[in-house]
């Protein structure tokens, strides 16, 4: 029993199911994502714990009282949608009031509770200044302002930084989830993008077609992915099939040394290692050898595809600030037994 749980939540349109059957339990002032690819049912999902889309079945409780029917004002959620929607013809201040007014809040609280709110988002200099004469970055913190300030039970962003450039959006992930930390409001975000939920959750939920396919801490998530295409969405995986021998997997005329649990001597098996868990090496000297086909450099990462006889193998290798073997080089690519992975090939995969 969480905060906030979610019960069996299904929202069908027609025949199709935008959501299907999901059950989660958030717990007070946990930082949840739902993730997953576009179309996939998590504004849907949001939408329904917003109170702006009627579910189709299921039940949603807040606080142990059933909220599945209220109102959304009732609900009294704090929203941060991707488009800002701040009030154009308002300032900064203003647009962060409205809500209190509406709660018919009086005024000296109301600004009290304005500053305190700016203050946390540092924009205490700009409150009387209009969204236009904003960045995008600091709209958005407005954004979060306006939706902090009601003191909502939780907080509901959807895609909120989409609209940033790359490194805006990098800064702004780390300066959210401060904000989250020291206010300790329970939050639940919307994203497609798999590095933006990692570094910003307690706790990330993959959803795939309407239904929840793994739950989890980010860092496991991204150890132990329970679906092949949980550990191809989030992080990059090889997935090279072979045939399961004692000890490993034999493709391509080797036997790749992966930990192989439940496999039957054999059986068809496909065996999965991240990029950055592979080495180069001298040829013969690693576990297979290769001849690399493409190398990218990546600021703080090489990244190489080198083509072997098992197959096209990415391997990342960290910055170490000299430069690497060259495309068309020969190398060994060496990894150890433990950092890979062998599942049957539909099954349940991770490395
Ligand atoms: N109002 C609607 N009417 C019909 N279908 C909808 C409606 N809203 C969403 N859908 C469909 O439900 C599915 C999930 O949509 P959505 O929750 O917006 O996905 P996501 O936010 O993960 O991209 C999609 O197939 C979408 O087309
Ligand atoms: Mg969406």
Known sequence: MGFLTLDGLTKRYGEAAAVSDVSLGVAKGEFISLLGPSGCGKTTTLQMIAGLVEPSAGRITLDGRDITHEKPDRRGLGIVF???ALFPHMTVAQNVSFGLEMRKVPRAERDTRVKQALALVQLAALADRYPRQLSGGQRQRVAVARALVIDPPVLLLDEPLSNLDAKL????QFE???IQRRVGTTTIMVTHDQSEALSM???VVVMEQGRIMQVDAPYRLYESPATPFIST???KMNRLPGVWRQGGIEAGGRLLPCDGAGLAEGAAAVLAIRPEKIGLTAPGGGVIDGCIKARFFLGSAWFFTVETSAGLVGVSLPNAGAEPACEGEAVGLAWSSASAKAGRPEGV???
């Open 82 to 84: 991707q488009s800002y």
């Open 169 to 172: 959006r990098e800064e702004m």
């Open 176 to 178: 959210l989830r401060g």
């Open 201 to 203: 959750s307690d706790r």
């Open 233 to 235: 969405f989030v992080g």
């Open 349 to 351: 995969l991770s490395a």
